[in-house]
């Protein structure tokens, strides 16, 4: 029993087919073309070579090939191929060329060609993130850039013909980037690169592999225009369908009235499909990828685009050919497109940026196109945008996409509310859509207030022998503003003092202060040493983000505990001024006689100088003698003036007395007042 179930197990095993993961890629031995179709006498122009498809066996089985060099009409070499069958060119040991056939299509008249050439290590690479490099062996068709760099991968973007692709690569694996060369034809992996040292957020070191024959020039020369093969009425010739289905998806296909449907049932290396006439099961069939098949039992061929398939979403390329005149609509699908908003941070520091970022994704299986993009930034926030106009016209399905970056500068402290930003579009069926982000919420902005530190006394004399014992008060202030955000955190006054000085901390607690607001701590500093002491402060605190800060502030107090020094010096005292009488009679009275009176003979010499000369005094007699000889002269003299005045008079009467026929005379009275009018006395 035990072995019967190991033997089902086996069984069951090996018949659930193996889809090995796109993303553990092996580098290939060879770059090759993408299948071609060709006719008898059909050949590809592959650069300087041309590989023709010049006979077959009756019953198709066996493809002659050869190859010619350009301009030569002899071939270089011929090989006859069944399908599957492969030839090297010149030779196997060193080839250039490999030629192999994937299909002989008996039913058509057709083979299916792929040409290739030999992988090559082309050089060792060392490139810094964000730098691109152009291999100039690659005549420029080829960019490489370093997008990102982790500890243990890298990944590049890689513009081949114009078109990019963006691969992430594991340190020690490798993957390849194909070069469209047209519509059906591309060159896989025209470059192949492989980690081999990733450094994050720094540099990336890596292997670039590429063809043998890196030739870009590939076309198909048919043998004529009327055609030399006879192919059958209602091959399928003519591509109907290019573009991605996903699993469980059904296209149809309509040709002469009919209805087909085909349905794909798994991916992987070898993809599943179902093809139906109607609702009426045809037949179910692998395909791998890069190959094809052709229905024998209707018009219709399918082909998986090399590379192409993704096991993540379970979708590939697939090509479906069908006869001229038949059609296949595209599969039109939905989108779900997501807007999603993203930030640098909703709390900044006046003074600094907040960026604000703007992708769209779409997570559903339909492409979104006409993308227009409708912002909600407040006033207050001086705003740049990058780009400055939307560019994205497709959006393909599970796909992202950055559609603006916003570069917002607040103009003063505050909460600032950024509302929904919305994305329009047009889904594959054109109808209009719109979504809108997630509340961005409150951009708060915050600053630090304006601080000062200062004490109420900032010099000290201390005298140890009586107190040692200060006391100082610090006053921290913070400046008027808005306390809801601008304040500081944690905050810490750490002192800064001698050994000479002794407190119970060097470090003060705050705590939490916003503007407006003032806090003062006394601390009280024993004084050990009796010499010159400094006190600084810093000032330590973080902001609003949590960011720290310090102030420092040196020689904030000082305290001076020298004690005066003490000089010796003889010094001669002189008494006050008023006690100069009694020292000098106290010395003289301590000396003898001789000495005395020479020393009181001096101080006689130096006084004199200094006492002012005495008034002489009066003698009573002598100015008494003088008044009484003045009033005797002068009564003499007024009365001698008197008598000759009255002897005048009397003689002038005289000669008055009457004569005859004369006046008459005045009377006596009359004569005396005349007399003493004039200040004569009469008698």
Do not use: C
Request: neutral net charge; glycine residues 6%; aromatic residues 10%.
């Amino acid at each position: 029993m035990k072995k019967m179930a190991i033997l089902l197990i086996g069984l069951i095993l090996f018949a659930v087919p193996f889809f090995p993961s796109v993303k553990s890629a092996q580098k290939p031995d060879y770059a090759k073309l993408t299948l071609v179709k060709l006719g008898l006498k059909d050949s590809i122009i592959f650069g300087n070579y041309e590989i023709k498809f010049a006979d077959v066996n009756p019953d198709w089985t066996q493809a002659l090939i050869e190859i010619y060099k350009k301009g030569e009409s002899k071939p270089s070499k011929t090989a006859l191929l069944t399908s599957g069958g492969r030839m090297f060119y010149p030779d196997s040991t060193n080839p250039i060329l490999e030629v192999s056939i994937g299909y002989i299509m008996s039913y058509n008249k057709v083979i299916y060609l792929e040409a290739g050439s030999p992988l090559k290590k082309a050089e060792s690479k060392t490139l810094d993130e964000g730098k691109t490099y152009k291999p100039t062996y690659l005549d420029g068709k080829v960019s490489i850039k370093l997008v990102d760099v982790t500890d243990s991968s890298a990944k590049f973007t890689v513009t081949l013909n114009g078109i990019s692709y963006t691969k992430t690569i594991e340190e020690d694996s490798g993957q390849g980037f194909g070069y469209k060369i047209s519509s059906d034809i591309s060159y896989y992996p025209f470059v192949w690169i492989k980690v081999t040292k990733a450094v994050k957020n720094d540099y990336a070191e890596f292997d670039i592999w590429i063809p043998t024959y890196p030739v870009t020039s590939v076309s198909v020369k048919r043998a004529s225009q009327t055609g030399t093969q006879n192919q059958t009425q209602g091959a399928p010739d003519t591509v109907v369908y290019n573009d991605v289905m996903y699993k469980d998806e059904i296209l149809n296909i309509y040709y002469n009235g009919t209805t087909y449907k085909l349905r794909l049932n798994q991916v992987g290396l070898y993809s599943s499909f179902s093809l139906f006439k109607g609702t009426t099961p045809l037949e179910t069939f692998q395909v791998k990828a890069g190959g094809y098949h052709e229905s024998d039992k209707a018009p219709i061929g399918v082909e998986v685009v090399k590379d192409s398939y993704d096991t993540e979403y379970n979708r590939l390329t697939v090509k479906v050919w069908a006869p001229h005149g038949a059609s296949a609509p595209p599969i039109l699908r939905e989108a779900k497109l997501k807007l999603i908003v993203e930030t640098t941070s909703k709390k900044i520091m006046l003074g600094d940026k907040m960026i604000l970022t703007v992708k769209v994704v779409n997570e559903g299986k339909g492409k979104a196109f006409g993308l227009k993009l409708n912002s909600n930034i407040p006033n207050g926030l001086e705003q740049e945008v990058y780009p400055e106009k939307l560019t994205i016209t497709k959006l393909d399905a599970f796909s992202e996409y950055p559609l603006a970056t916003y570069i917002l500068t607040p103009s003063q402290v505050g909460s600032y509310q950024i509302g929904k930003f919305g994305v329009e579009y047009y889904d594959e069926f054109g109808n209009l859509k719109k979504v809108e982000s997630d509340t961005i919420g409150a951009l708060k902005v915050y600053t630090l207030p304006k601080i000062e530190l200062n004490v109420d006394n900032d010099y000290f004399k201390v005298d140890t022998s009586k107190d040692n014992k200060v006391k100082v008060k610090f006053n921290v202030v913070l400046e008027k503003g808005n306390p809801a955000f601008e304040f500081i955190e944690n905050a810490t006054l750490h002192l800064e003092f001698p050994d000479s000085l002794n407190a119970y901390s060097r470090d003060i607690s705050l705590g939490d202060l916003r503007a407006n607001e003032s806090i003062s701590k006394e601390i009280i500093f024993t004084v050990n040493k009796a010499e010159l002491s400094k006190v600084s402060a810093t000032l330590t605190y973080k902001d609003a983000l949590g960011e720290e800060h310090q102030i420092e502030f040196p020689n904030l107090v000082i305290i001076d505990a020298v004690p005066p020094a003490i000089v010796e010096k003889k010094v001669k005292v002189y008494p006050e001024a008023q006690e100069l009488p009694s020292f000098v009679n106290a010395t003289l009275a301590g000396l003898d006689n001789e000495t005395r009176a020479l020393l009181a003979e001096e101080l006689k010499n130096v006084s004199e100088a200094y006492i002012p000369p005495q008034p002489p005094k009066t003698n009573w007699w002598a100015v008494f003698a003088i008044l009484f000889l003045i009033f005797g002269i002068g009564f003499g003299v007024a009365y001698y003036n008197l008598k000759g005045k009255y002897e005048e008079a009397q003689r002038k009467l005289a000669r008055r007395k009457p004569k005859p026929g004369g006046l008459p005379l005045k009377k006596e009275e009359e004569v005396k007042e005349e007399l003493e009018d004039k200040g004569i006395e009469t008698l």
